[in-house]
């Protein structure tokens, strides 16, 4: 069939007037004389496919949406009416699978206002089914002798993921990757056996902080500076801000000969931990967040290393995230974690939080491997 582009427009616009006016079968037949030319494109296939619905034609419709999202295969709509009809056919893999498609492409764009409620009927469906389906695993593990009382934490993790409560986070590091490391958010500090003795002189520590707080802070400078040598792509509000602040015993390496003579027993008691005493290492420093601040989630520079936090100063609604792990600061009790793994902190309280933050070598690298690494970040090679 031949028709003019004049002709198709006027037969669409009857199409659509018969579709507003509730005569589903006389728009359904305008469009598809529009249709049977092989001219149309998926707009008009998405009318086709509505006016199949409005005429209570599933197997209508749902063939032209497969034409549909031939042509346009992010089209949110035309995703969620084709959901609808696996749904009704029973099939609710795919349509899950349509739902979450569409729901995935429409929070990276603007939506309509009349696309709304469709979309939140779309969530509604996923997370009801999704919740039947937790249901029914949870049921199948008890019965298999595996409930969640006795199940392991890594398999409680991964039903976690599964489940969509927690997400994937692996390690990401801005500047050095060595591969092949594990993906461990927290470490147990009992797995190190310098550990009892940084933390015995928890007491000691906090005691040459106390010192130097009481005369002020002006020793803290803020952690994130800007340098006009140096480009920064971001807009981090703490940004020259004293809202974060350190005051550093050493910085990538560099020692600062005041505050370690006001913190000897401090610089003494990170002798035990295995520091990475390469260039632009170690680095050793009191970090302050004020009352109210919070530092955004990011990643470190590179995952050869863990870093450790010493909590010396903690109020309460502070908190630290690291992956999907969120942990409270235990005044005196080390907290190890993989900072290339995106993280977080917070102070909701109304007083500063302190911490001793220094960074150790991850333990699975071997001997030879800390000095390959040692000998990378010497020079310009690097870069």
């Known amino acids: 069939m031949q028709l003019s582009n004049q002709e198709a427009e006027r037969l669409i616009r009857i199409g659509v007037d018969a579709l507003r006016q509730g005569r589903p079968a006389?728009?359904?037949?305008h469009f598809e004389r529009v249709t049977q030319t092989g001219r149309a494109n998926g707009q008009i296939w998405l009318l086709l496919a509505a006016a199949c619905r409005a005429d209570d034609d599933t197997v209508g419709e749902e063939?032209?949406?497969d034409r549909v999202l031939a042509l346009e295969p992010r089209l949110v709509r035309a995703l969620i009416m084709k959901a609808d009809?696996?749904?009704k056919a029973g099939d609710e893999r795919a349509a899950l699978n349509f739902y979450e498609s569409a729901l995935l492409i429409a929070a990276g764009q603007q939506t309509p206002n009349d696309l709304v409620p469709e979309l939140?009927?779309?969530e509604a469906w996923v997370a009801q089914v999704k919740a039947r389906v937790e249901e029914q695993r949870e049921s199948a593990l008890r019965t298999r002798g595996v409930p969640p009382e006795i199940r392991s934490p890594r398999f409680q993790k991964s039903l976690d993921i599964l489940s969509g409560r927690k997400r994937i986070f692996v390690q990401e590091p801005t500047g050095y990757y060595f591969p092949e490391l594990p993906?461990?958010?927290?470490y147990?500090?009992?797995r190190f056996d310098w550990v009892p003795d940084v933390e015995a002189a928890a007491g000691a520590i906090r005691n040459e902080l106390e010192a130097i707080l009481a005369v002020g802070t002006e020793g803290f400078r803020p952690y994130l500076k800007r340098d006009a040598n140096r480009p920064r792509m971001d807009d981090n509000h703490l940004l020259d801000s004293k809202d974060w602040s350190a005051l550093f015993l050493c910085e990538n390496g560099k020692m600062f000969e005041k505050a370690l003579e006001q913190c000897p027993h401090t610089w003494e008691a990170v002798q035990a931990a295995p520091l990475p005493r390469i260039a632009n290492s170690p680095t050793v420093m009191f970090s302050l967040l004020r009352?109210?601040?919070r530092i955004a989630p990011h990643t470190g520079t590179h995952n050869a290393r863990l870093i450790c936090h010493l909590p010396l100063i903690v109020p309460s609604?502070?908190?630290f995230r690291v992956g999907n792990e969120v942990r409270q600061w235990e005044e005196g009790k080390l907290l190890i974690f993989d900072d290339t793994i995106e993280h977080e902190a917070w102070n909701e309280s109304a007083e500063d939080r302190v911490v001793l933050i220094f960074d150790v070598w991850r333990p699975e690298l071997s001997e030879r491997e800390r000095s390959e690494v040692a000998a990378l970040f010497q020079g310009p090679a690097l870069e």
């Open 120 to 122: 939140r009927r779309a």
């Open 26 to 29: 006389t728009a359904r037949e």
């Open 63 to 65: 063939a032209a949406l």
């Open 291 to 293: 009352a109210g601040a």
């Open 188 to 190: 147990d500090p009992a």
């Open 317 to 319: 609604n502070c908190g």
């Open 183 to 186: 993906q461990i958010q927290f």
């Open 85 to 87: 009809c696996r749904a």
